[in-house]
């Protein structure tokens, strides 16, 4: 069974090649344009989705060593997403199943980001829960069983990703600002300043990174770092020392909150997806957490953590398998939730 994943839910043109649950081919295009407006710009992202889908399908195949005849299905995000940049790979994925009469399985973006726990071996077992952290969503999800699940906490405000992003152009790093910061954060000093840990109310399993960002922007204008004609930029070591302290704050609040979910759950097994579970340091916190608490932790390899169709396929085959195909009639939904 060979699955044609497709992802353009925003600034990435993938392409995958998913063969009975073993990746065959993932082809990941990211628009560098980006970088000179400091964020994703919906128009240009949907422009250069139009221009590159053909292409990085082509490529996928060919690594693969597949032709569009050898195919069994295609899987395609559909939301949530920029509806421009979702809109081009749905419509390409709706023509392409017409033309070869494929079953075409619209795959809600978040869950690709679950299910790229399935990727590689060992892989969670069922019921397990998921932290998806990403430049736009921070959530705790149970999965009770496959495509079964159940929402626990959400941001309030900022998601961690796009904290980070922000902060980072605070600190004049550039965009996307969270490799950067962890990059830097492994030589500075994370007790630098004591940046708040926002918990919410006793019990809550919901995250808000607002205050953690406003406070690095209130630390640095006190400094006259910030904001004002006089603005001088941080020296070296500061700026090492300032990612660190802002680092250890988001992910005290991610590992705190994950852990205490899985305990209240009872569950074994945790997972984390989505762009920001590529940072190290919340790797590192939570493979030792797991292992002082008893649990078992999965986290993707790096190139299955950001934005990929690989995940798509995935998460796609799981939808075949219980005979979840959709119809020519989906549409793109910008603000899709879970099933």
């Given amino acids: 069974m060979k699955i044609l994943g497709i992802e353009t839910s925003c600034d990435e043109t993938s392409a995958a090649i998913l063969e009975n649950g073993i990746v065959r081919s993932s082809v990941i295009s990211s628009h560098l344009v980006h970088k000179e407006y400091g964020g994703v710009v919906p128009e240009l992202a949907s422009r250069a989705h139009q ?44 023509g392409l199943a017409l033309g070869l009469q494929l079953p075409l399985l619209g795959v809600n973006h978040l869950e690709g980001h679950i299910y790229s726990n399935f990727l590689s071996q060992p892989a969670p077992e069922f019921p397990f829960l998921c932290l998806v952290v990403s430049g736009g969503h921070t959530e705790l999800v149970l999965i009770e069983k496959p495509l079964t699940h159940t929402l626990l906490g959400e ?11 922000k902060v980072a152009k605070m600190l004049g790093l550039g965009f996307p600002g969270g490799p950067v910061i962890d990059r830097l954060a492994k030589t500075g000093d994370p007790s630098f300043v004591r940046f708040p840990r926002s918990m919410l109310q006793d019990g809550s399993l919901n995250f808000s990174f607002s205050g953690v960002k406003t406070a690095v922007m209130y630390w640095l204008r006190d400094a006259g770092l910030y904001g004002g004609p006089s603005q001088e930029k941080p020296d070296e ?10 680092q250890a704050a988001v992910v005290d609040v991610l590992v705190g909150k994950t852990f205490a979910a899985a305990d209240r759950y009872h569950v074994r097994d945790i997972a984390v997806a989505g762009g920001v579970s590529a940072n190290s340091e919340l790797r590192s916190r ?15 390899r790096p190139e299955y953590c950001t934005d990929n169709a690989a995940m ?28």
């Fill in 51 to 94: 221009k590159l889908i053909v292409p990085v399908v082509r490529e996928a195949l060919g690594t693969a060593g597949a032709s569009a005849a050898d195919l069994s299905a295609i899987a395609v995000t559909c939301g949530p997403g920029l509806m421009g940049a979702l809109l081009v790979g749905l419509n390409f994925a709706k």
């Fill in 155 to 165: 941001t309030l405000d900022d998601a961690a990703g796009e904290a980070y992003d």
């Fill in 237 to 246: 070591k500061t700026v090492r020392d300032l990612c660190a302290s802002f």
């Fill in 286 to 300: 939570c493979m030792t957490t797991a292992e002082r608490k008893g649990k078992r932790i999965y986290i993707p």
């Fill in 312 to 339: 798509i396929a995935m998460a796609g085959s799981f939808y075949l398998r219980q005979g979840q195909a959709s119809s020519l009639g989906l549409t793109a939904t910008p603000g899709l939730s879970y099933r």
